[in-house]
């Protein structure tokens, strides 16, 4: 059979099947304590260390779910040598930038603020890690991807 008499429709088949063949791996390592690769644990072990790289993306859209160009995403963390990133979306709305993972293991965020002159200002922390007075729904989840970087992704409405 050549590749290309294969349809796009059988070829999703495939590929679903593929996955979904790996995801009960991915969950019996979760059931039985392990980490399946590519899963986030919920522990405290699961933070880089303080001064590992760490990836940062998402995407920011208006209430109308429109994608928010140009919009500038400022991150800073709370220590002595704290240094500011500023980066501006494109014209999806996407960011993306590298930062240090935060210095003290007791304070995994990073504060942001969102500016866009047709949107209220958001100025809020990116919590790496359970912690007093936050919300579970507040927390990034954390990944090391294959080449051992670590990586979170938040998206963002503003009004």
């Not at 880089?48 to 859209?61: C, D, N, T, Y």
């Not at 208006?62 to 500038?72: E, H, L, S, T, Y």
């Not at 980066?87 to 603020?113: E, H, I, K, L, N």
Request: aromatic share 6%.
């Amino acid at each position: 059979m050549r590749a290309d008499s294969i349809s796009v429709k059988r070829r999703h088949l495939i590929i679903a099947g593929v996955v979904g063949a790996a995801a009960p791996g991915a969950l019996l390592a979760r059931q039985c304590g392990g980490r399946a690769e590519g899963q986030v644990s919920a522990g405290h072990g699961n933070v880089p260390a303080p001064g590992e790289k760490l990836i940062v993306s998402g995407r920011i859209i208006g209430a109308d779910w429109k994608p928010v160009a140009a919009a500038f995403v400022e991150v800073w963390q709370a220590r002595s040598n704290s240094h500011q990133i500023t980066v501006t979306t494109d014209g999806d709305g996407r960011f993306m930038f590298m930062t240090d993972a935060p210095a003290q293991r007791d304070r995994q965020y990073v504060s942001y603020r969102v500016r866009h002159a047709e949107h209220a200002t958001v100025v809020s922390q990116l919590h790496f890690a359970p912690a007093r007075g936050v919300s579970h729904t507040d927390i990034a989840p954390l990944q090391r991807d294959y080449a051992g970087v670590w990586r979170t992704t938040f998206g963002l409405t503003l009004v």
